[in-house]
């Protein structure tokens, strides 16, 4: 298995709503990242799970909050978002935090915050 | 300045065209460099990647690294329709700064 799944594919979310984005990979890898990109943007790093710890945060805003469960699983829980966060949120794992090359992306949650 | 930059296109081309997309970088630190290849609706996929200076050739892409110049290139020969998609260089080094250049919108006209 050499994929990284994300569900759900699609969301649309209330400002008010709390969501949950999940991302699960099943390759053994020890790193886990959370980026979003915008339309015609590169993917910009939000967070970095390394052996299932925190180990970046990259000044984002407290509506999003990252939880790893495990080595397989990452979910990104949503509260109280706003319009400008719409975008494609991006799974990504590696090996661990040092195999430059070995990203795996997943296919990506597309939110719109109504 | 930003640490990669990438001219973000659109760039369109016929089917059995040479392309090449460019991107320069800042800091000479940068030994790891990488193209990704990002269909709409999907995540980036690793294409190809060098370490340092030099060519690297797989099939009908070729990635070419001038560390001298700070600039790294992506050659694709005979490009098909199926080759339409975002390209998106990256960089990064051993102290795991990573960064992804804007992208590059590529359409192949059959």
């Known amino acids: 298995d050499t994929e990284v799944t994300q569900t759900p594919k699609h969301l649309v979310m209330g400002m008010t709503n709390k969501k949950s984005l999940k991302c699960e990979q099943h390759m053994g890898h020890r790193a886990m990242y959370w980026y979003k990109q915008k339309a015609k943007k590169p993917p910009e790093l939000m967070f970095v799970y390394s052996y299932e710890k925190l180990s970046i945060n990259e000044s984002v805003p407290s509506r999003f909050s990252p939880e790893c469960p495990n080595s397989s699983l990452l979910n990104l829980h949503l509260h109280a978002l706003q319009p400008e966060d719409s975008a494609l949120y991006l799974c990504?794992?590696?090996?661990?935090?040092?195999?430059?090359?070995?990203?795996?992306f997943g296919s990506g949650t597309r939110l719109t915050v109504v | 300045q930003k640490e990669v930059e990438q001219d973000p296109g659109p760039l369109s081309v016929p089917e059995g065209a040479i392309v090449s997309l460019n991107c320069t970088y800042s800091n000479s630190a940068f030994q790891y460099f990488m193209w990704y290849r990002q269909y709409s609706r999907k995540g980036p996929e690793l294409l190809m990647y060098?370490?340092?200076?030099g060519n690297k050739e797989d099939g009908r892409f070729t990635a070419q690294v001038d560390k001298s110049s700070k600039y790294i290139s992506l050659f694709i020969r005979d490009s098909q329709p199926s080759d339409s998609a975002t390209y998106l260089c990256?960089?990064?080094?051993?102290?795991?700064?990573?960064?992804f250049g804007t992208g590059t919108s590529l359409t192949v006209i059959p």
């Open positions: 990256a960089i990064a080094n051993t102290g795991n700064q990573f960064y």
């Open positions: 060098t370490y340092s200076s």
């Open positions: 990504a794992s590696s090996q661990d935090r040092t195999e430059i090359y070995g990203y795996t």
